[in-house]
């Protein structure tokens, strides 16, 4: 499997970092069913992946995800993925925060 969103786009699940690969398959979002489709990934369709629209479009969904996981509370404000229950990820930086 290819991911599609987030830090590790375009890498081969299996060869992402263990921690990322275990936090990836802790998110219900990611183990729910894709039921909902999402009209910029549909605009991808036929994509060659060269066009300025594709790369656009691409950047669109990479943004549009990476509010998502900020606003589900997934991601950190530093950029690093955290759990949704911690104010902070685990990093150096913001556990020293405040
Ligand atoms: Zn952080």
Same mark, same amino acid.
């Given at each position: 499997m290819t991911l599609r969103f987030g830090k590790f786009k375009g890498q081969k699940f299996n060869n992402t970092p263990k921690w990322y690969q275990e936090w990836l398959l802790k998110q219900d979002w990611f183990n729910a069913p894709k039921t909902k489709a999402k009209p910029l990934h549909n605009q991808l369709n036929g994509?060659?992946?060269y066009s300025s629209r594709g790369q656009a479009i #691409?950047?669109? /969904?990479?943004?549009?995800?990476?509010?998502?996981?900020?606003?589900?509370?997934?991601?950190?404000?530093?950029?690093?993925?955290?759990f949704k229950e911690d104010e902070y990820c685990s990093g150096? #930086?913001?556990? /020293?925060?405040?």
């Open positions: 994509w060659d992946g #691409y950047d669109a /969904i990479f943004q549009q995800e990476q509010n998502e996981m900020i606003v589900l509370g997934l991601e950190c404000k530093c950029g690093l993925p955290k150096d #930086y913001c556990s /020293i925060e405040g």
